[in-house]
Nanobody
Framework: VQLQASGGGLVQAGGSLRLSCAAS????????MGWYRQAPGKQRDLVAI???????NYAESVKGRFTISRDNAKNTVYLQMNSLKPDDTAVYFC???????????????WGKGTQVTVSS
């Protein structure tokens, strides 16, 4: 199983970016999918998560600005980021709880990360 994230880049404050993360390989089902971020010298923090049924949860710092969504048919999770601030600058990682067969346990997989830089 691999998670491939894309969509990062450099944007001015107030701008928007859309991140995507697709799971590939042997995927039977996916439970939670989410986005985390890690700024230089800081720990990795939750940004947003979404269940298979579409329930979402956001970090307080991004509520009202970011929207997480998923396409279950494509095994893909998205993060629409609007009104970006310099404090949003970080490497963004996607994660997914994936079961490879009907009998296998769910395991958490991580993408390699995509850099988001917001200039002031």
């Amino acid at each position: 199983v691999q998670l491939q994230a894309s969509g990062g880049g450099l944007v001015q404050a107030g701008g928007s970016l859309r991140l995507s993360c697709a799971a590939s390989g042997s995927v039977f089902s996916i439970r939670l999918m989410g986005w985390y971020r890690q700024a230089p010298g800081k720990q990795r923090d939750l940004v947003a998560i979404i269940s298979s049924g579409g329930s979402t949860n956001y970090a307080e710092s991004v509520k009202g600005r970011f929207t997480i969504s998923r396409d279950n048919a494509k095994n893909t999770v998205y993060l629409q980021m609007n009104s970006l601030k310099p404090d949003d600058t970080a490497v963004y990682f996607c994660s997914a709880d994936i079961r490879q067969t009907i009998a296998a346990p769910y395991m958490t997989y991580w993408g390699k990360g995509t850099q988001v830089t917001v200039s002031s």
